[in-house]
Every structure is written in C-alpha cells, then in structure tokens.
C-alpha cells in the first residue's frame, strides 16, 4: 500500500529563516509526487510536479527536490504570506490507478 | 484558463437529511473528475472518481454516491447523512488519459456539518 509521511507536523520560523520541509514516500512505482499549498477553509493550491529523483522545480522561494525515498520543499527566506499547510501526494504507476495518496501535511508560519 | 467552482461553500444538515453538493469545471473538455473527503488531522481521502459522463469509480464503501450527468459536472449525493460525514469535500480535475499531465487541481471546497 502507498504511504506518505510528512515531516515536522508544525514548523515556526522567523521571517528570512530559511528550512526544508521532509515527504518520506513508499510507492509501486512512482508516476508522480506532487506538492500542495493549502490555507485555512481553501482547497490545495497546485505548487509542483515532480516525475523523477534527481529532478528539481523552483517558484519564487520555494524549491521541490526529489530522490527515490522522499521529496524536500525547500523555503528561502519566507515572508508571513507563506503561512500555509503543505501538502505532498504521490501517485503510483498502475494503469487505470487514479488515485492520489497524501500525507496529512506540514503547518508552516512565518512570524514577521 | 481552467476554473473549478463549487457549491455550496458552507452546508449544515441534520443526520437523516439528503445530500448534493455540486461541482462544475470551465474551459477543458473530457476532465477526470474526483471527489475527496479531508477530516480534521487526517490526509484527503478519494471517494469517487470519473473519467467519463456516467462512469463512476467509487474508493471507498459508504453512504455517499456519486453521479457525472454532464461532461464538467460532477455531483457528491447522500439519501441519509451521518454524523461522520461532516468534513470538508473537494472536487479535482485532470486531463484525460493520454495527455501525459497527471496533476490533479482542486476547488474550493464545501464544509459540511452533520448535527
């Protein structure tokens, strides 16, 4: 069975405090990590798609990297307005398999 | 562009009432479309999913139904709610197979109390 573990449950940091946060993945045969930003009462905001350890995607602070075990999302001097939950999934390669499995998510605030 | 709406966006219904929650996406045709349940603490969980008009795939047993009368429309129903059925639903879509773009994108989502 797919499982996906995310790392710290919470995570305060000043503004500027740059920190990585962990998605642990067990999978048959990885189609697809995805990562998602969630605010409070909101559905989950795409961020990135990740096909292949090694691969690595950027947008404004955030980096997503990939090995065959787990995926980082890496901060970069966050700002208050990165406050969010973060959310990984992970998609297996069966076919006909439609089903994302997520991990239950890193809460992050930014303390200005 | 792509737009996903939902509604309602806030719902409160006694145990024993029906159920419909609606889902509608604008501007791609042919969309996998997917209904997810989050709970407090807990992970999304997928509850239905369809790749076509009147083609269902449920996940998980239990008292909700699903139904794809139109091609961007997707409906989440019960007859009789539970408790346990408080939470807070999601639609997603896809591309259809075959475009190599697995990423699923979500709506806004519909909070669901069950008092």
């Known amino acids: 069975e797919d499982q996906v573990t995310q790392s710290p449950e919470a995570l305060r940091l000043q503004e500027g405090e740059s920190s990585s946060l962990n998605c642990s993945y067990t999978v048959s045969g990885l189609r697809g990590l995805f990562w998602y930003r969630q605010d409070p009462g909101k559905g989950p905001e795409f961020l990135f798609t990740?096909?292949?350890a090694g691969e690595e995607k950027e947008k404004e602070r955030l980096k997503a990297t990939l090995t065959k075990k787990e995926s980082f999302l890496h901060i970069t001097a966050p700002k208050p307005e990165d406050s969010a939950t973060y959310l990984c999934a992970v998609q297996a390669i069966n076919f006909g398999n439609e089903k994302l499995t997520f991990g239950t998510g890193t809460r992050l605030t930014i303390i200005p | 562009s792509q737009t996903i709406h939902q509604w309602p966006a806030t719902l409160v219904q006694p145990v024993g009432s029906p159920l419909s929650l609606e889902c509608t996406v604008e501007g791609t045709s042919n969309p996998n479309l997917y209904w997810y349940r989050q709970a407090a603490g807990r992970g999304l969980q997928l509850l239905f999913y369809?790749?076509?008009?009147?083609?269902i795939s449920s996940e998980v047993p239990q008292n909700l139904s699903a139904s794809r009368p139109q091609d961007r429309q997707f409906i989440l129903s019960s007859k009789k709610l539970l408790l346990s059925d408080s939470g807070f639903y999601l639609c997603a879509w896809r591309a259809p197979h075959g475009t190599g773009k697995p990423t699923q994108y979500f709506g806004p989502g519909t909070r669901l109390l069950v008092l």
């Open positions: 990740l096909y292949s």
């Open positions: 369809s790749v076509g008009i009147g083609q």
